[in-house]
């Protein structure tokens, strides 16, 4: 049972927009940055979005990232076939003394 | 830019040790903070620890009774140490930079290794 709590699953249709929840607490989300990952199996996470809403060079403004309260939000705009991976959100958690991940969530583009 | 390489046996029985070794190019492993994490087959991401270059280290409180987390300046690697492993540690393993200008524990991973199979069958 994982800290933070995410969807096991999301679709949608190219074009569309979908968004990811992460829902934590006051120890993790509440106090501090999130950061988003994407999974393309088999192979490594690659950071999407860190501090909340913040891109690193390369990954498209489809992507975006948002936060309020306790909880976290991953958006995709534009629905692409090659977004088609599992995301991760994670964040500090400060009752443990470290990071923490969701469960992750697969997106499927149907 | 970044490079990070993880090595190590891929096949261990129950209550070995697992050892692996992350090597780092391109930047020098100085300065900042660097992580292990694990990923069981078909399972998400788990945080196994960080280590900062000066050899101070941060555990998941689940499996700090069994990690050593350490750093070898002079060759720019750090390494992972887990003992008594089960079938519960097969994972790949991967090791990861701590993003940040100013060093600190986050949940910033940039960039990643490619991921290492350790299997522990007997």
């Known amino acids: 049972q994982s800290v933070l709590t995410q969807p096991t699953s999301a679709s949608g249709t190219p074009g569309q927009r979908v968004t990811i929840s992460c829902s934590g607490s006051?120890?993790?989300?509440?106090?501090?940055?999130v950061y988003w990952y994407q999974q393309l199996p088999p192979t490594a996470p690659k950071l999407l979005i860190y501090r909340n809403n913040q891109r690193p060079s390369g990954v498209p403004d489809r992507f975006s990232g948002s936060k309020s309260g306790t909880s976290a939000s991953l958006a995709i705009s534009g629905l692409r076939s090659e977004d088609e991976a599992d995301y991760y959100c994670a964040v500090l958690d400060d009752s443990l003394s470290g990071p923490v991940f969701g469960g992750g969530t697969k997106l499927t583009v149907l | 830019q970044v490079q990070l390489q993880e090595s190590g046996p891929g096949l261990l029985k129950p209550s070995e040790t697992l050892s692996l070794t992350c090597s780092v190019s391109?930047?020098?492993?100085?300065?900042?903070?660097w992580t292990w994490i694990r990923q069981a087959p078909g399972k998400g991401l788990e945080w196994i620890g960080c280590?900062?270059?000066?050899?101070?280290?941060n555990y998941n409180p689940s499996l700090k009774s069994r990690v050593t987390i350490s750093v070898d300046t002079s060759k720019n690697q750090f390494s992972l140490k887990l003992t008594s492993v089960t079938a519960a540690d097969t994972a790949v393993y991967y090791c990861?930079?701590?993003?940040?200008?100013?060093?600190?524990?986050?949940?910033?991973?940039?960039?990643w290794g490619q991921g290492t199979l350790v299997t522990v069958s007997s």
């Open positions: 280590l900062y270059y000066s050899g101070s280290t």
């Open positions: 006051s120890s993790n989300i509440g106090n501090n940055y």
């Open positions: 391109g930047d020098s492993i100085g300065s900042y903070y």
């Open positions: 990861a930079k701590v993003g940040g200008v100013v060093a600190a524990p986050r949940a910033w991973f940039d960039p």
